[in-house]
């Protein structure tokens, strides 16, 4: 392989896994999936010698892990806090509005929409705002895991490629 082309995608690399860590923070960006492409260039631009079949397997399935929790960690915290459809329904709604405001938005957003369509189902302002506080528990500890298993990932593909 061509020394350009090898730079080139060590540079590609390593910008996607940077990207992928905020995308563990910002939901518009696909986190997981971003720091999975970027191990998969780097273990590109050395000819898959260092990272081969093995460690994408086991860096990918990382990756697929750090998704799932993704996806369900707002939900899991809010159903834990008693949250009905109507509660979980207002936690994506919110979630999709505070996109348009930025880091902010997508913190409060989902716990707003959740609190709004919680209260609008049962006037129970109480039990509302206990479904509030699990949308944000479950974002917060979310979040930690998820950085926490990116690490694991980032330690797993570093192992492979210098071992």
Not at 48 to 74: C, N, P
Not at 95 to 117: D, T
Not at 140 to 154: C, D, H
């Amino acid at each position: 392989m061509p020394l350009a082309l090898t730079i080139v995608l060590y540079i590609v690399g390593i910008l996607l896994i940077l990207i992928g860590m905020l995308g563990l923070v910002l939901p518009a960006l696909p986190g997981a999936p971003l720091i999975f492409l970027g191990i998969l260039a780097v273990a590109w631009g050395d000819g898959f010698s260092r990272i081969g079949l093995t460690g994408l397997l086991v860096t990918g399935g990382l990756a697929a892990v750090i998704s799932i929790v993704d996806y369900a960690a707002g939900i899991v915290g809010a159903k834990r806090f008693g949250a009905s459809y109507w509660g979980l329904l207002g936690a994506f709604v919110g979630l999709m509005v505070g996109f348009g405001f930025g880091l902010p938005g997508i913190i409060i957003g989902p716990i707003a929409g959740a609190v709004v369509l919680e209260y609008a189902k049962d006037p129970d302002f109480k039990r509302a705002g206990k479904v509030g506080v699990g949308t944000l528990i479950g974002f917060v500890v979310g979040t930690a895991v998820k950085y926490a298993l990116a690490f694991v990932l980032l330690g797993t593909a570093i192992l492979f490629y210098m071992f």
